[in-house]
């Protein structure tokens, strides 16, 4: 692995190290994550287990066993795993790498990414064909990725004006993928592309900060939520935060 990927790695332990659990459940709360949170676990199956790979302080985890889904965790931030384990002792998580994932093929029903992926150099392929491993056939993939929408583009071209790096920082890595894009890896990949849909616009204007922000942890404000489900409907692409597709593995696909 890179040097880049080991700081974005130490980046995420300085920044889970710092985080609650409560403050993470704030988060699932807030109207943003219950566009994801309210769609797919619909597709999920109690029958088999489910894994989040990036699975962070673990809270969706804890949600989804509340739903009462048989859930296991994984991620490369090992201090985010100790915080989970003191506030949910019970639940089964595990330090590892998402491109070598300590599961046998065919293995788990589910495998869920939220904002994992794009924070690697060599992109998303090599992370979906491992998920494509550990799955069952017909087992569902969730994904989240960031979008390059109006706002992110507008970062850009700031930073590129500057001279600066549009992707990475000296310590972080973080890139952006289009919708497009991510249909092609996921069928290149042997998952068929159930749902791909845009969601987070609040989120795209909180980034324009002022007015659009409230007061806590990344809390949009009541006009930002306002104006995002607006351009959930007229603009859907442009103001995108963050896209997710939901798909099923049809065919296995090698290294």
């Known amino acids: 692995m890179s040097d880049l990927y080991d700081k ?4 995420w332990e300085d920044i889970w190290a710092e985080a609650s659990v409560d403050i993470e459940f704030e988060v699932l709360d807030q109207k943003r994550t219950q566009e994801t ?16 790979a990036g699975c962070g302080l673990a809270t969706v985890l804890m949600k989804l066993r509340d739903m009462g889904f048989t859930v296991i965790g994984l ?9 989970a384990r003191a506030y949910a002792p019970g639940l089964d998580l595990q330090v590892g ?32 064909r491992e998920a494509n491993r550990v799955l069952v056939p ?12 109006v706002v992110h583009r507008l970062v850009r071209l ?35 592309v159930a749902l791909c849909a845009p969601t987070s616009h609040s989120y795209t204007l909180w980034g324009l ?13 009541r006009l930002a939520d306002a104006l995002g489900a607006v351009l959930r409907v007229i603009a859907p692409w442009p103001f995108n935060f963050t896209t997710m597709l939901i798909g099923r593995k049809v065919r296995h696909v090698g290294r």
Not at 39 to 50: H, N, R
Not at 104 to 118: C, I, P, Q, R, T
Request: hydrophobic fraction near 30%; glycine fraction near 10%; proline fraction near 5%.
């Open 8 to 11: 974005t790695r130490q980046s």
């Open 37 to 52: 949170l309210g769609v797919y676990p619909a597709y999920l199956s109690k029958e088999g287990i489910i894994l989040e």
């Open 75 to 83: 991620d490369y931030a090992e201090k985010a795993l100790h915080t």
């Open 97 to 128: 790498d998402v491109h070598a994932l300590p599961y046998a093929d065919n293995s788990l029903h589910g495998y869920l990414s939220f904002g994992v992926l794009e924070h690697f150099e060599h992109g998303v392929i090599p992370g979906l």
């Open 138 to 149: 017909g087992g569902t993939l969730v994904l989240t990725i960031p979008y390059p929408n």
């Open 158 to 192: 700031k930073r590129r004006l500057r001279g600066q790096s549009v992707l990475t920082d000296d310590d972080f890595y973080e890139s952006t993928y289009t919708q497009h894009e991510l249909i092609a890896a996921l069928e290149e990949t042997g998952f068929e």
């Open 209 to 221: 900060g002022g007015p659009f922000r409230a007061k806590g942890y990344y809390r949009t404000s």
